[in-house]
Structures are given as structure tokens and as C-alpha cells.
């Protein structure tokens, strides 16, 4: 599923948000433990409604990613394994992506191993080449 | 979460042919919903039987449990599409008169919004562009501490930047206990704010259900839905 920031497609809006605050979690810009921010707060950083935003953290805890304390607010999870999933899955989902667009445009399995080998071996050579400078 | 707003088999005809045929729906209170379909499909007139202006119609409805007059009125703050203000008022003057009438009005929270959206206190309506004159319009009709907010078009003449902070003065607002309707043509702009679509095609609802819920049984965002219905 592609997501994009200004909640335009078809995908309901709270689907939307979950997957952006899994990504959130997942690469750890919302670190395990930490204080999820107010709904309300969260609805304007994201520009929607708080109903909406409260659907998304509610099945968000369902997942386990979120747990609520009654009168302390609401947490992500502390649950590493949990958030590993999390990360993979959404792994996969870019990499279905990815796989499907280079297929659709003609190349084979190897090929695409061996361009994104190389792409990576380019990559590490020019941060190597930064850090020397 | 209960029902502020219940419209029952709601029919108005302006002379010719019905503009309103057979409307019944409901609203529950602390939503955000958006009125959309094109100009001419009776949105305007939805919205001022339920303001209380207009009184001659068919059907049955309930603003929070009476029929729309001086007790809904109390209680819907109605942004007209157009001014009903004497050129020659300063903005000022327009924020001491809401002041006199609503007594819901908070002078504070609109002085606030006046200089969030830049607008000058003595400024005079004649002297602002058109977009000026709908922001005041705007600040005048949220600075009502109202049940339900009814905004006819309110982003028409504004531009982008402006439309954001509307966006955000209505989020900012929110509250369980308050329910704003807008009806709007720019769905794509806003629609990630609405928890609620109602859609009107030729005086006929057509849909009035969350917007989620269109998003998944159709596959389209409501301003691709929108195009599909409303297509020449």
C-alpha cells in the first residue's frame, strides 16, 4: 500500500496514519517506551480529524505497537520483537513494490540482484570517499 | 455520541421543481462533515433550513432536539456564502455587534483569530479583498462557543495558504459536544478532515455515511468519487 502524505487516495485515512506511525515506530523516531503524543495534538500534526486519529492509535494498539494507561496516556511498546515484525513487514511491502516495478519493466530476478549489489557497493564506496574528505 | 441534527423526509421547492426531494439523515455531534456536490444541488438550502432561515418546507427537522428558530438559533452558528454586513463596518465593529447578539461569543478567542489570519481590527469590510472579508466572516462564526457550526463554501475565495489555517482553526476547535458542517466544491483540499460525507446530487441525497467507510466500499477518495458521480 503507498502512502501519501496529503491523504488523498482511496485508502481510508485512519489505515493511512497507522501505517505512518508504524513506519514511525519501526525505524525508531518514536522510540520503544516513549510517550505517544495527545490525539488532539497528533490530529493537527497530521492534519486530520481527532475521531480519525483516535481509530488509527486504537487499532494500533489492537496490534500491540500501542498500549494505554488508564490515567497515565498512551505508549509505544516496549516490545521489541513486536516492533522487529513491524520493521519486516514493512520491508516486504516496499520490496513487493520494488520487485513488481522492476519486473514490469523487463528485468529478470538476477539482474535485479545484481543491480541492487551493485547500487549498494556504489553507495558504501562514495560515503567511504565522504568521510575521507 | 449522540444525534444533534435529525432531518425526516425534508422536501423544499422553489416555485418550478423540488431543490431538496425527500432528504432524511443524521448527524451526530462531535463530528466533522462535509456538504459537498456541485453549485446548485441544494446545499444552500439545506443549510439555511437548518440555520432557521427559511421555514417553509416539507418534513420534519430536529436541531438538537427542536425544530430550527430561536432556540436552534441560539445554537447553530450559520456562516453565510454572503456578507450580510454594511460595507462601511470596521472589523473591530463587526466583532463588538456578534458580541452584542450571541452570548456564546468569545471577543478573545476572535481578536486571537484576527491577527493569526493578519487582518487589521479597524480595517473597513469595503477596503478587503474578497478572501479578507470571508476569513473575518469566518472568524465571527467559530468564535461562538455553538452546538453546530454550519459553513456555507467558506473556503471559496481563499487562497492555499489561508485554507490551511482554517483547516486548522476548525481542528483546533474540536470538541465532542460541537458538530461542524461545510459544505464545499474544493473536496480535495479538505476531505482528510471530514469524519462524515454527505453528498446531495440534483435535491437527492445521495450518500451519508463516514468518509472512511466511502473510502473503503468504493476504493476512491470522496474528490475521485466526486469526479466519478458528478462526471459530464
Known amino acids: ?133 | 455520541m449522540s444525534t444533534l441534527l435529525e432531518i425526516r423526509n425534508l422536501t423544499k421547492s422553489y416555485g418550478k421543481g423540488p431543490v431538496l426531494q425527500n432528504v432524511s439523515l443524521n448527524v451526530d455531534s462531535g463530528r466533522i462533515v462535509g456538504v459537498i456536490g456541485p453549485n446548485g444541488c441544494g446545499k444552500t438550502t439545506l443549510f439555511k433550513i437548518i440555520a432557521g432561515l427559511i421555514s417553509d418546507y416539507q418534513g420534519t427537522v430536529m436541531v438538537d432536539g427542536s425544530p430550527p428558530g430561536v432556540k436552534s438559533k441560539a445554537e447553530a452558528s450559520f456562516l453565510p456564502e454572503n456578507t450580510y454586513f454594511d460595507g462601511g463596518i470596521k472589523a473591530a465593529g463587526a466583532i463588538s455587534m456578534f458580541a452584542d447578539f450571541y452570548r456564546d461569543f468569545d471577543r478573545q478567542k476572535a481578536l486571537e483569530l484576527l491577527k493569526r489570519f493578519n487582518l487589521e481590527p479597524g480595517m473597513k469590510l469595503k477596503s478587503m479583498s474578497k478572501g479578507m472579508q470571508e476569513k473575518l466572516q469566518l472568524i465571527l462564526v467559530m468564535s461562538r462557543a455553538a452546538k453546530l457550526y454550519l459553513l456555507d463554501e467558506p473556503l471559496g475565495g481563499i487562497d492555499p495558504a489561508a485554507r490551511d489555517i482554517i483547516l486548522d482553526v476548525i481542528l483546533k476547535n474540536y470538541s465532542e459536544n460541537s458538530t461542524v458542517m461545510l459544505s464545499t466544491h474544493l473536496i480535495h483540499d479538505v476531505e482528510r478532515v471530514f469524519d462524515d460525507v454527505i453528498m446531495i446530487k440534483d435535491g437527492n441525497l445521495l450518500v451519508s455515511e463516514s468518509a472512511d467507510s466511502l473510502r473503503e466500499r468504493t476504493g476512491m477518495s470522496l474528490d475521485q468519487y466526486f469526479r466519478e458521480v458528478f462526471k459530464c
Request: include cysteine; aromatic fraction near 6%; charged fraction near 30%.
Open chain 1, 1 to 133: 500500500m503507498l502512502i501519501n502524505d496529503k491523504f488523498d487516495s482511496g485508502v481510508p485515512i485512519y489505515l493511512q496514519i497507522m501505517h505512518l506511525i508504524r513506519r514511525k515506530i519501526a525505524s525508531g523516531e518514536w522510540p520503544p517506551g516513549h510517550r505517544v503524543p495527545a490525539v488532539r495534538e497528533l490530529a493537527l500534526k497530521f492534519g486530520v480529524n481527532p475521531n480519525t486519529m483516535q481509530r488509527a492509535l486504537s487499532e494500533l494498539e489492537r496490534e500491540g505497537l500501542l498500549r494505554s494507561e488508564r490515567t497515565a496516556g498512551r505508549f509505544i511498546t516496549e516490545n521489541t520483537e513486536l516492533i522487529d515484525t513491524a520493521r519486516r513487514g514493512l520491508a516486504e511491502q516496499i520490496l513487493d513494490d520494488f520487485i513488481e516495478q522492476m519486473t514490469g519493466l523487463g528485468f529478470t530476478g538476477q539482474r535485479i540482484t545484481e543491480l541492487v549489489g551493485r547500487e549498494l557497493e556504489n553507495r558504501t564506496c562514495s560515503e567511504q570517499k565522504e568521510e575521507e574528505e
